[in-house]
């Protein structure tokens, strides 16, 4: 278990790793022992991981956005360059790489060690055993809802994170005036692209897949007690940051490249 | 019926079942007992098909659950109902939900037959006032009587306990001895029990296993084990000062009988 630590990198344990995890999945998408008992789980999932998150999502989003704006209104005044630059270059960044990339690199904190931590203290208790004695498939009863409820709900926070980024531009620009605020609007409208939505949307369910996956992988597999659930937790939210850089790497590659 | 051949087990090189051959009464009350580390709450996870043991065979009814598919797994283990060491209990459930759970998963009742069934589980352990509780806000004898109802609650065949009285005062440990014999009589339940505790044996035991360092040392009744012939077992039985004395006293009123009968 956790053999994906760099420090304790080797092809073998990696591959073994890989291994346990395609494995894990395979349970994991089977289909559900009671539907009634999924949709249960999945609603209350989607209220612990979606909707709880909002205040993390609504916060760093409207700062983010604020100082983003702030910075280039700053750093690209030149006279060769139209004001309305810094709308543009703030929509582009928030909508391709914070709201869906950098947003779920703080979600993987909050919701992928909050995965790790409660299904490896559901194993080292023997609850995941208490459900394999009575014949649940326990990868897909506790994880299954997890990972579809996160995938369902990531682009209502990505829309929200969208929103929020460009609001916060916006009463940077009504309180300091650089750039004015009809320039923002102006520059934030400027040759806008639908598909850039869309892209970042499906990115986000992609790694919110990443997230919630991995960090499941992590608990579950966890042999030892609360130490070793603490280190699930740490090492699920490491593991998670890379994998969604090397998917933002090669995701950008093929549609936007 | 459950019988066991030719059990082995072993963890990187170390052997922990070692040949077990034996049976288990139906109907009563089984009892796994041997000091720590001699491999009992294994054999026991081997039994519920949690441990895949490196040889030998585990039959319910004559059938091998070591080549079992897991088709026909999962419906035997509708038939088992676990007490795990530490409850195992939902935490973000009520108890009556824990109770309901497998009945929500396994069953075909409605919801209100289902809630009736849970509430009849939860009375027959005496827990009908805590339905509404989370395991965080019950005492540990409570959460054990819980999940023995939750464990109950889909009229299971075989009942298995891991150490149902560790970490429970002595009258607590007494009561769940009580309720673990009394639902294997009310519902003719096979149970197996792992226990190191000798209170328990004595309390419910009708067939007893020893285990030493992974080998079945000994197998019989409870009115046989305190004159049993063998060292370990005797080691293992006679290591509390009340046994002891309990050993004594039977030696003196022994030989003051055979005194009185050879006076006589």
């Known amino acids: 278990m956790c053999t994906l630590i760099p420090d304790e990198m080797s092809i073998v344990s990696s591959l073994e790793s890989v291994g ?20 249960k789980e999945f609603s209350k999932e989607v209220y612990k991981l979606g909707v709880n998150s909002i205040w993390l999502v609504i916060i760093i989003s409207f700062f983010i956005g604020a100082v983003i704006v702030m910075q280039i209104a700053i750093n690209v005044a030149s006279p ?44 080292v208790t023997e609850q ?3 459900l394999d004695i009575m014949g649940v498939n326990s990868a897909n009863y506790l994880i299954m809802p997890k990972v579809s409820a996160f995938v369902f709900f990531m682009p209502v926070l990505v829309a929200l994170s969208m929103f929020l980024g460009m609001f916060g531009g916006y009463i940077i620009c009504l309180f300091t005036g650089t750039p004015p605020v009809s320039t923002y609007i102006y520059g934030i409208q400027f040759f806008f692209r639908e598909s850039f939505v869309w892209t970042s949307i499906l990115k986000s369910m992609i790694y919110g897949f990443i997230i919630a996956s991995v960090s499941a992988y992590f608990g579950y597999h966890v042999k030892g007690g609360s130490l ?14 890379i994998l969604i850089l090397a998917a933002d790497l090669v995701f950008t590659q093929l549609v936007m490249g | ?19 077990i051959t034996t049976s288990f009464k139906k109907g009563a009350v089984n009892m796994i007992i041997g000091k720590s580390g001699s491999g009992k709450t294994v054999f026991l996870k081997c039994l519920i098909g949690l441990i895949q043991p490196n040889s030998g ?28 060491q530490g409850s195992a209990l939902f935490d973000s459930k009520t108890v009556l939900e824990n109770v309901m759970f497998p009945l929500d998963m396994f069953s075909r009742m409605n919801l209100r037959e289902r809630k009736k069934r849970a509430e009849f589980c939860l009375e027959r352990v005496n827990l009908s006032h805590a339905a509404d509780l989370y395991p965080s806000e019950i005492s540990g004898g409570m959460m054990k009587r819980a999940a023995i109802a939750r464990a109950i609650a889909l009229n299971p065949r075989y009942l298995f306990c891991d ?17 673990i014999s009394d639902i294997t009589d009310d519902f003719g339940i096979t149970s197996i029990v792992v226990s190191h505790d000798m209170n328990s044996v004595m309390n419910i035991g009708d067939n007893i296993i020893f285990l030493n360092e992974g ?21 293992f039985v006679f290591a509390s000062e009340l046994f002891k004395k309990i050993k004594a006293a039977d030696t003196i009123i022994s030989e003051n009988n055979a005194s009185g009968q050879e006076v006589g």
């Open chain 2, 1 to 19: 019926m459950i019988q066991v051949r030719n059990l082995i087990k072993e963890f990187e090189g170390r052997i922990v079942l070692d040949d």
């Open chain 2, 163 to 179: 150490e149902p009285n560790s970490g429970l005062d002595p009258k607590t440990a007494q009561l769940i001895d009580e309720l």
């Open chain 1, 20 to 39: 346990e995890y395609v494995e894990l999945m395979r349970r994991v998408m089977a289909p559900p022992d009671r539907v009634r008992e999924f949709f």
């Open chain 1, 128 to 130: 995941i055993d208490a």
């Open chain 2, 57 to 84: 065979e585990i039959r319910y009814n004559g059938r091998d659950i070591t080549e079992m598919r897991a088709r026909e797994m999962k419906r035997l283990r509708r038939d088992m109902g676990m007490l795990f």
């Open chain 2, 215 to 235: 080998i079945l040392e000994w197998q019989g009744s409870k009115d046989k084990i305190m004159d049993a012939n063998n060292e370990k077992l005797n080691e």
């Open chain 1, 228 to 241: 070793e659930v603490g280190k699930a937790s740490t090492d699920s939210v490491v593991i998670n940051n």
């Open chain 1, 80 to 123: 060769l360059l139209p004001r309305f630059t810094v709308g543009v270059v703030s929509r582009e960044i928030i909508l391709l790489e914070f709201s869906s990339t950098i947003m779920c690199l703080i979600l993987s904190g909050k919701v992928g060690s909050n995965i790790a931590s409660e299904i490896g203290t559901m194993r």
